[in-house]
Nanobody, 129 residues
């Protein structure tokens, strides 16, 4: 089991930046594939960035490519999402998610909600125009 807690959300004007963090506790000795999802009011939860268990492979949704950057420490404890050039359409609750991987050298990442058994409670990001 691992517990995830997001932080770093807030309200910013368009064009500014935020850095989200996701702190992990519990069984952090295991390697995890990790991702950031977001959910806007009335919309489905969508993946915005994902990283493999080894940290060697990353994926970004087209809507955030070249603006957002996902990163993690070599061990599990903290996942980050650097968000630059924020837009009003980025307004949503942001969630981090984790899935244990068997192979610590895995290059596989996941972008579907059903791939992830562990979720944080979410942090609100609001971007005003």
């Amino acid at each position: 089991q691992v517990q995830l807690v997001e932080s770093g959300g807030g309200m910013v004007q368009a064009g500014n930046s935020l850095r989200l963090s996701c702190a992990a506790s519990g069984r952090t000795s295991t390697r995890y594939a990790k991702a950031w999802f977001r959910q806007a009011p009335g919309k489905e939860r969508e993946a915005v960035a994902a990283i493999s268990g080894s940290g060697s492979s990353t994926w970004y949704a087209d809507s955030v490519k070249d603006r957002f950057s996902i990163s993690t420490e070599n061990a599990m404890p903290t996942l980050y999402l650097q968000m630059n050039a924020l837009r009003p359409e980025d307004t949503a609750v942001y969630f981090c998610a984790a899935a244990a991987v068997v192979n610590s050298n895995s290059h596989i990442y996941y972008t579907q909600t059903f791939n992830y058994p562990y979720w944080g409670q979410g942090t609100q990001v609001t971007v005003s125009s």
